[in-house]
Nanobody, 124 residues
Framework: QVQLVESGGGLVQAGGSLRLSCAAS????????MGWFRQAPGKEREFVSR????????YYADSVKGRFTISRDNAKNTVYLQMNSLKPEDTAVYYC?????????????????WGQGTQVTVSS
């Protein structure tokens, strides 16, 4: 069992930055690939980014590529999402998730554990 707790969300002006953190419980954090998803009101949950177990492979949605950076610290059981040049369309609840799968990690169904989410609001 893995418990995930996100933090770092908030209100920021367009062009600003935020850093989200996701702290995981348990001693098996390094055995999970980690992902970030987001869900805006009235929209489906969408893939944002994911990182491999060792942290050497990272993928991003086209909408955030070049602006967001995912990273992880396995010693601290934490995954991060650095978000720069934020836009109003980035406004959403952001969720981190852990996957024991080796399948398509852009799909939310590939993930076994989810955090409660943290709100990010970008004003124009």
């Amino acid at each position: 069992q893995v418990q995930l707790v996100e933090s770092g969300g908030g209100l920021v002006q367009a062009g600003g930055s935020l850093r989200l953190s996701c702290a995981a419980s348990g001693r098996t954090f390094s055995t999970y690939a980690m992902g970030w998803f987001r869900q805006a009101p009235g929209k489906e949950r969408e893939f944002v980014s994911r990182i491999s177990r060792s942290g050497d492979v990272r993928y991003y949605a086209d909408s955030v590529k070049g602006r967001f950076t995912i990273s992880r610290d396995n010693a601290k059981n934490t995954v991060y999402l650095q978000m720069n040049s934020l836009k109003p369309e980035d406004t959403a609840v952001y969720y981190c998730a852990a996957s024991g799968s080796y399948g398509d990690l852009r799909q939310h169904r590939a993930y076994d554990y989810w955090g409660q989410g943290t709100q990010v609001t970008v004003s124009s």
